[in-house]
């Protein structure tokens, strides 16, 4: 025993246990390992025959509780595996699932521990490959190695499994996580473990599976698990040939059909109890379903066909499926007939109907088909984003067994059904995003168990008190944002039965005071008091939250100076306030990683608080719209993971530091609006991972670098507007493919506008766009990090949550020549287009009603002859049309659009034509022309003879010589004497 207990201090010591878990292994000769923490023994010999030192799930730990993901890291072990486990001869069991080992690849020497019975070291972060070392472990009952889809390092991978081949007892096989995509033999491996009943390979980014393949010894699997696979072929048969199937796990695997409906997939699946299938088309058929309800309809307890392609008329398959306690329908194409087939499934306990926007159905109609049921039995309710527009009706309070309801984003109007109160076994609530009215009733108070209450983003207003929370001695998080509410307890000194984890009430009434019941909830990790009044921030504020984390109370009046941050935050917000003084230091440790100070009354230089402390965590920094002067700090190395930086609208003078260009993550960078000159710095080219970049409004001189496109090929948005720019406009702007915003105007930039613009993929329509790839940029840990000061429809207007949505090439007021190149016309998904001010010749292209995005066009003040294009009138979305003062002639073409705008659209031309008042002028022929057009009419006389004599010479002249052999021999002979003579 004492070797063993050796052995186990020896395996400690290679542990780094920051949490002191294995602070009771000592080694005093006195002490008994079998006692240790996670060490058990066996009854009869004494010998550590199990180890069992598994972490938390900190990822579902962190969402159910609300408990602080970092400090549930820090209960995790990691460091070394120590080779001294060999000497524990007898151990049988070894659990290190769920801590940190870094990303290290499995120990080989695990593979001679021949005694073990059950290895798991699923969600420890090892990395690599595994060892093939662990096929020795023959006596391997469950053997579980996977990761989880969220885990931080690169999963482990494979590339073989033959190892798996002498695991004649395995019955639980889970390497899910891992990366299989090598390991081509995998299903043959498989196919040889006949003791195998638990098969688990989730996200192995398998991509191929024999359909046809014939099952030999998987005739034991109980439990098949390949969901998040996508293998894009036809469903395989030897699945359903398995007949002791309880569970089958396909979701998002790509299986599709057709499947012959003479076929019977499940007659063989006679106890199978769980089927999740979403993400396969191969269940679209009104047979497949047909074939699931009559075959094993009695038996299924839980059925997901999400996100399947099916429609109605194939649900009405389901109303045998009377066991059924879980059914999820979610993302298929529904109609208001759906209801009928609920109503023989009494046994439902959780039902989801999410994100059908074709369905119809009321939401009391929804539920009146539960109430055929003589005890509804229903759990949970998910009926979100499926366009509801009725009333919250009094009904919902019969669902008395009701644990969680969620009606998101939906149409719902009218007032809280006081009735929900009567949901006592309510644990979560979710009425989000609709337009409920009215005071929140006091029946909400009596929900006891609640634990999740949302009711954000409706029309809600009144005044709530103590009495809406009397006993939800269970609420973690309370979501109110986006109402009209105010929360005036009767009682000053209200201290809440609830200690919250996340608190939001973005725009509710709660000021000028910050009140005292929210310091008392010690428990938060995210706090949202935007737009609440608050003027008056106390000294203890700081000091009452130890565990928060993010902080958001932008948009008040708060006054004076800060003074610290605490190292705990990870997002602060804390724009447009009204705080002021010169920031120094603001942090003993570390920035949050979102950090936002603009819109207050800031001043002085920022050298002291950038350049003292190493700010190695610090991601988003905006200090945007203060009063900061002097240049910016040269020390941008001490802040490596920057990735959004916002210094917009300061008087910061001096040149662009040349530190930026260390910022090798930095994807969003804002200086406009300042006093910047000199060029623009060539370490900028270093920032590749820029998507936003703006320099507008500055006193910046030079050439536009050629670099800015054949370097910073990944701009979305470039704007240097406003600036001192001169020189041509480099061609290798049209390498920013993916540039939606390009912005130039105003400079002293001359030559041509390039031709090549057409290389510009996403505002050609070459390149399909999401709003989400650059929404991401604009929108940073919940706050708005990006926005723009463009010209659009004749205006100044600054854009933010929907600069995404902005498709603009501005490249006015400079002194641009030559033609306007038939190339912009392919621009086909370009809103605004600004050529405007600038020296511009020749004629507008004639294509120019190709691209029909346009809503706003400007091409005035230029040099353009000729006549408008046909084509504008093409332009249907047109809401801003300007090419007054050019040299323009004709008639404005005729179209709803440009008939809508005013005459100063055109002025300064010579056109005519509706809307202009003049018109256009109708030539009336006088007697010259009379005479002229007399003469033209003898000239077509005079065509038309000569043709008729051409013909009537032919037919009696050549035909005849053609056909009779006479007649040419007697005319050859008369034209032969008259050359004689």
């Known amino acids: 025993m004492n070797d063993e207990r050796q052995a186990l201090l020896r395996f400690k010591h290679g542990l780094i246990d920051d949490a002191g878990q294995l602070a009771s292994w000592v080694p005093d000769e006195n002490s008994d390992c079998c006692k240790w923490p996670g060490i058990v023994c066996d009854n009869i ?13 900190c990822y579902s730990d962190y969402y159910s509780t609300g408990k602080a993901y970092d400090e549930c890291l820090k209960q995790r072990l990691s460091g070394d595996l120590s080779p001294s486990l060999l000497n524990l001869k007898q151990l049988k069991h070894l659990d290190l699932s769920n801590n940190n080992f870094g990303g290290k690849q499995i120990p080989r020497f695990m593979g001679s521990l021949r005694n073990l019975r059950y290895l798991n070291l699923s969600s420890s972060e090892f990395g690599g490959t595994v060892p093939p070392q662990l096929g020795n472990l023959s006596e391997l009952r469950t053997l579980s190695l996977g990761s989880r889809f969220y885990e931080s390092y690169e999963s482990t991978s494979m590339m073989n499994m033959q190892w798996l081949s002498g695991f004649r007892f395995l019955y639980h096989l889970d390497m899910s996580g891992l990366n299989l995509s090598k390991a081509i033999d995998w299903f043959q491996v498989i196919n040889t473990l006949s003791s195998l009943a638990e098969l688990r390979l989730i996200r192995c980014e398998l991509s191929y599976i024999d359909p046809y393949v014939h099952v030999y010894n998987l005739t034991s699997l109980t439990l098949l698990d390949l969901s998040y696979n996508n293998f894009s072929s036809s469903v395989p048969w030897w699945i359903f040939s398995i007949t002791n199937l309880v569970s089958l796990d396909l979701r998002m695997c790509n299986f599709h059909g057709p499947v012959p409906s003479s076929t019977s997939l499940f007659r063989n699946l006679t106890a199978l109890k769980l089927l999740h299938v979403s993400g396969n088309n191969f269940m679209n058929s009104s047979s497949v379903l047909k074939d699931l309800s009559s075959s094993i309809g009695g038996n299924i307890v839980s059925l997901d066909i999400s996100s399947c392609d099916i429609s109605s008329p194939v649900l009405d398959s389901l109303h045998n499926l009377t066991s059924l306690r879980s059914l999820d329908l979610s993302e298929n194409q529904l109609t208001k007939t759906i209801t009928k087939s609920l109503g023989n499934l009494c046994n439902l306990r959780e039902l989801d109907l999410s994100y059908i926007e074709s369905l119809q159905n009321t939401l009391a109609y929804i539920l009146q088909s539960f109430f055929e049921c003589k005890s509804p039995s229903l759990e949970l309710l998910y009926l ?15 669902l008395a067994s009701l644990t969680e309801l969620s009606l998101y984003h939906n149409l719902i109007v009218g007032h809280i059904a006081s009735s929900i109160g009567q949901l006592l076994s309510l644990e979560y609530l979710n009425l989000s995003e609709n337009q409920l009215n009215g005071s929140i009733p006091d029946s909400l108070g009596q929900l006891s168990k609640l634990n999740h209450l949302d009711i954000s983003y409706n029309l809600l207003e009144g005044v709530v008190t103590e009495a809406h929370f009397d006993k939800l001695v269970s609420l973690k998080y309370l979501n109110g944002k986006g109402n009209n509410l105010s929360l005036r307890p009767r009682l000053s000194n209200w201290i809440p039965a609830f200690q919250l984890y996340e608190l939001y009430l973005n725009s509710w009434l709660l000021g000028p005071q910050l009140p005292l019941w929210i310091e008392l909830q010690k428990n938060l990790t995210e706090l949202d008091i935007s737009n609440t009044g608050i003027e008056y921030m106390p000294e203890t504020f700081w000091r009452s939250f130890t565990n928060l984390e993010c902080l958001d109370m932008s948009q008040n009046r708060i006054q004076g100076t800060l003074l610290s941050i605490p190292s705990t935050l990870r997002l602060l917000d804390l724009s447009y306030n009204e705080f002021g003084g010169k920031l120094t230091h603001l942090s003993n440790g570390e920035f949050p990683i979102s950090l936002d100070l603009s819109n207050n009354f800031f001043v002085g230089s920022l050298h002291n608080l950038l350049c003292s402390n190493g700010v190695k965590r610090t991601q988003a920094l905006s200090l945007g719209n203060n009063s900061f002067s002097a240049s910016i700090p040269e020390c941008w190395e001490k802040w490596p993971r920057l990735r959004f930086l916002n210094l917009n609208n300061n008087n910061f003078s001096g040149g662009i530091p040349s530190t ?24 900028l080219m270093n920032l590749t991972s820029l998507v936003i970049l703006q320099l507008d409004r500055n006193e910046l001189v030079g050439s536009i670098p050629a670099w800015l496109g054949s370097k910073l090929s990944l701009l979305k948005l470039l704007n240097l507007r406003s600036n001192n720019f001169h020189g041509n406009i480099p061609h290798e702007l049209c390498y920013l493919t993916m540039i939606q915003i390009l912005d130039l105007a105003d400079n002293n930039l001359s030559g041509n506008i390039p031709r090549c613009v ?8 070459k390149e399909n766009i999401t709003d989400d790839q650059f929404s991401f940029y604009v929108v940073y840990g919940g706050a708005t990090i990006a926005s723009d000061l463009l010209v659009t429809k004749g205006r100044e207007d600054t854009y933010s949550t ?5 498709m603009l090439f501005d490249l006015s007021s400079n002194n641009l020549y030559g033609y306007i190149p038939s190339d912009l016309t392919t621009l086909v998904m370009l809103k605004t287009l600004n050529l405007s001010r600038n020296q511009l010749t020749g004629r507008i292209p004639e294509k120019i009603g190709d691209m029909k995005n346009l809503e706003s066009f400007d091409l005035s003040l230029n040099k353009l002859s000729g006549e408008l294009p046909v084509s504008l009138s093409d332009l249907s979305f047109l809401s801003s049309f300007n090419v007054s003062y050019n040299n323009l002639i004709g008639t404005v073409p005729s179209g709803t659009q440009l008939q809508g705008f005013n005459e100063s659209s055109f002025i300064g031309n010579k056109l005519c034509g509706a809307p202009l008042t003049e018109r256009c002028a109708v030539k009336v022929p006088d007697e010259e022309d009379r ?4 003469s033209h009419e003898t000239e077509w006389g005079l065509i038309i003879s000569t043709l008729l004599g051409l013909v009537v010479g032919f037919w009696t002249v050549v035909v005849p010589l053609i056909v ?15 050359i004689k003579v």
Request: net charge positive; hydrophobic share 35%.
């Open 45 to 57: 010999t004494g010998h550590v025959h199990k180890i069992h030192l598994s972490g938390k799930d």
């Open 384 to 398: 979100m984003h499926i366009g509801l527009s009725s009333h919250l009706p009094d009904s919902i309070g019969k």
């Open 660 to 683: 930026l260009g260390s910022l090798s993550w930095l994807e969003s960078l804002s200086i406009r609006g300042n006093n910047l000159s000199g060029r623009l710095h060539a370490s």
């Open 758 to 765: 057409n290389n510009f993929s996403v505002l050609s329509g």
């Open 802 to 806: 929907i600069l995404q949505l902005v």
């Open 931 to 934: 005479n002229e057009e007399g």
């Open 964 to 978: 009779s052999r006479s007649w040419r021999t007697t005319y050859f002979r008369f034209f032969s004497k008259l």
